[in-house]
């Protein structure tokens, strides 16, 4: 009941935490005071990520104070927006660095996602401030073509926005693209526009309306990795004995150009082709991270490095195969932190303070992320503060060495992650420090009882007696499955004797066939006579089974004399002393009879 009472109160408590942080405001108005009064835009697309920095100087062209600004993203790239921030220029006299922003609808545009921006100081009436706003898409840049072979380069295409999407009319703007490459098929020659290496500027546009949409498609190279996790499970084990576990599973995609027709690593080390291909992954981990470990579904990963940097531990992994596009893979990655960074504690309250994802590579992209946090047995979770909207899942219990009644899980849930998502949440938890001598009294008491059970056991006298009819059925069996073994292995010989026959058809090479059936009937005729040998003993102890294992051993001579065959009808096509039509049909004679008696072979042992 109590641990009942505990689940609807953390439910309760994150329900009330996400409503906190991320209120979608009821109604927004658009400011017809407010004017963009100069724009300068930057899209960066030189990875697979497209990052957009705008500068706005914002002017009040009213009468009255305005104390929020309303951002908007284009409809159509809603659903590819993974990160949106906004920031005062640390160099004006409102010294703020993050503003708060807050969903919002305007009644007249309700298909528009806004975002309601408060200002740290009203804007007075003919005043102007500079507002910097960040936004992060994944997904939004496509290959084309969309299949490359392995020595073509990887060729991008982006569709965006030649104007800022903002609510407000703007004065003047431009737009500075930022390419990975000079390389540039096609691009939107809306005038005024430069090209210059690697850069396409744009503007500036004198008086574009609020809401405007202008086609901007570039089609360029782009042979930096286009790699998407697509799922990522954290787990944070928390102890309170100076360590946390951290462990990540990472099921990664590489979601570039597929790579069409075959692969060659010949050419592939030789040409250094494959450019738009993954060899390495460098991730950076916490600088106190320690017993770093990088394994698959195989076993350990032997090709990583690791480097301690200053403020990191940078490790370099190095997958079994590299990754072109349409390729895939997944890992497990883990290692070891000190708790004394990362956990704070005041008498019984605890806060655990760590990022909710970690870097992975540069220019991450984490389709859907699952974090399980992982409280030591007996805490009891009273706050949590996640830095953004978050999906909290059911309470999960954990067990594990000397645990009693489980350690609580919080499970979190987000989707849609990039590097901007970096940071720290915070778990307020309770846990009595009583609790911490529970697993060595436990471990104590458990070798008391082993003691004693020790103890009482030397004591006992147990007369044995000799039961023969329990000795005759377990030799019975014994005999069974001695005999289910040596038919294992027959079937095992006649497996490699059907190997050089087929492998004969299409390399003529006769002569290895008979040195190969040689040494295979040989073998053969030592595992036949075995089973003869078990006959005679079955005959006398388990005469039922003795009449099967008869059976069993016609049987095998019946598929060696096939075989026999078989190899005799491969002679005669190798030199060419039968025709292919006459060849095919004698073989799919013998091969049917083969089968039959594997049937009969299968249906005796089964009832052994």
Same mark, same amino acid.
């Given at each position: 009941m109590e641990r009942r009472c505990l689940s609807v109160f953390i439910a309760l408590s994150l329900l009330c935490i996400v409503s906190r942080s991320f209120v979608v405001a009821s109604d927004a108005v658009v400011s017809k005071d407010l004017v963009n009064k100069k724009v300068e835009r930057t899209i960066d697309i030189a990875s697979q990520l497209v990052k957009i920095q705008t500068k706005i100087t914002l002017e009040n062209a009213g009468k009255t104070a305005v104390k929020t600004v309303l951002l908007a993203v284009e409809p159509n790239l809603v659903q590819n927006l993974a990160?949106?921030?906004?920031?005062?220029? &640390? =160099?004006? +006299? !409102? =010294?703020?660095?993050?503003?708060?922003?807050? &969903?919002a609808q305007v009644k007249e545009q309700k298909n528009i996602r806004f975002w309601e921006v408060a200002l740290p100081r009203p804007l007075d009436a003919g005043r102007t401030t500079v507002l910097e706003v960040e936004t992060v898409f994944t997904h939004l840049l496509t290959a084309h073509p969309q299949q490359i072979t392995q020595n073509e380069k990887q060729l991008v295409r982006y569709r965006g926005n030649l104007y800022l999407y903002s609510p407000y009319a703007t004065t003047t703007q431009t737009t500075n693209v930022v390419l990975s490459s000079s390389s540039i098929e096609s691009f939107t020659k809306t005038k005024p526009f430069t090209q210059s290496d690697s850069n396409v500027n744009y503007g500036p546009f004198e008086n574009v309306k609020g809401l405007t949409e202008g086609e901007l498609s570039i089609h360029y190279e782009n042979n930096?990795?286009?790699?998407? *996790?697509? =799922?990522?499970?954290?787990?944070?084990? *928390?102890?309170?004995? @100076?360590?946390? #576990?951290? +462990? +990540?599973?990472?099921?990664? !995609?590489?979601? @570039? #150009?597929?790579l069409k027709g075959s692969f060659s690593r010949y050419d592939y080390q030789r040409e250094q082709s494959g450019t738009s291909s993954v060899k390495s992954i460098k991730t950076l981990l916490p600088a106190a991270a320690s017993d770093v470990y990088y394994r698959d579904e195989i076993g350990n990963i032997s090709t990583s490095h690791l480097k301690v940097l200053e403020d990191s531990v940078e490790v370099d992994l190095r997958p079994r195969f590299p990754l072109f596009g349409g390729w895939k893979t997944n890992y497990v990655l883990g290692y070891n932190l000190p708790s004394y960074e990362y956990l704070f504690n005041s008498d019984d309250n605890y806060i655990l303070k760590m990022r909710f994802v970690d870097h992975i590579f540069d220019d991450m992209t984490i389709d859907e992320a699952t974090v399980k946090i992982i409280l030591p047995e007996g805490a009891k979770p009273s706050k949590m503060d996640f830095p953004y909207e978050v999906t909290i899942g059911k309470q999960e219990q954990h067990f594990t060495y000397l645990d009693t009644v489980g350690r609580p899980v919080i499970v979190v849930r987000k989707s849609n992650l990039v590097e901007n998502h970096i940071i720290d949440f915070e778990i307020h938890y309770k846990f009595q420090k009583i609790l911490m001598v529970q697993e060595p009294l436990l471990v104590v008491m458990a070798f008391y009882l082993l003691f004693l059970l020790v103890i009482f056991y030397v004591r006992l006298d147990f007369s044995i007696t000799k039961d023969t009819t329990s000795e005759a059925k377990l030799r019975a069996a014994s005999l069974r499955d001695r005999t289910e073994g040596l038919q294992d292995k027959i079937s095992y010989l006649f497996q490699n004797q059907e190997a050089l026959i087929t492998k004969? $058809?299409? /390399? $003529? !090479?006769? #002569? /290895?066939? &008979? #040195?190969?059936? $040689?040494?295979? =009937?040989?073998?053969l005729k030592t595992e036949l006579q075995h089973l003869q040998d078990l006959y005679a003993k079955l005959k006398v102890e388990v005469p039922d089974s003795a009449e099967k294992a008869n059976e069993l051993l016609k049987l095998n001579r019946q598929i060696k004399d096939v075989i026999a065959q078989h190899v005799t009808l491969v002679e005669k096509l190798a030199y060419d002393k039968v025709n292919k039509a006459a060849f095919i049909q004698n073989e799919q004679t013998l091969v049917k009879k083969k089968e039959e008696l594997n049937g009969k072979i299968d249906t005796i042992v089964s009832s052994l």
């Open positions: 990160y949106i921030g906004a920031t005062i220029p &640390q =160099n004006t +006299e !409102d =010294n703020v660095k993050q503003l708060k922003l807050v &969903q930096n990795p286009f790699l998407t *996790v697509t =799922n990522l499970l954290r787990i944070i084990e *928390v102890s309170h004995w @100076g360590n946390i #576990a951290v +462990e +990540e599973s990472i099921h990664l !995609d590489h979601t @570039g #150009a597929v004969t $058809k299409a /390399s $003529k !090479d006769v #002569a /290895s066939m &008979q #040195a190969g059936q $040689k040494k295979i =009937n040989a073998e």
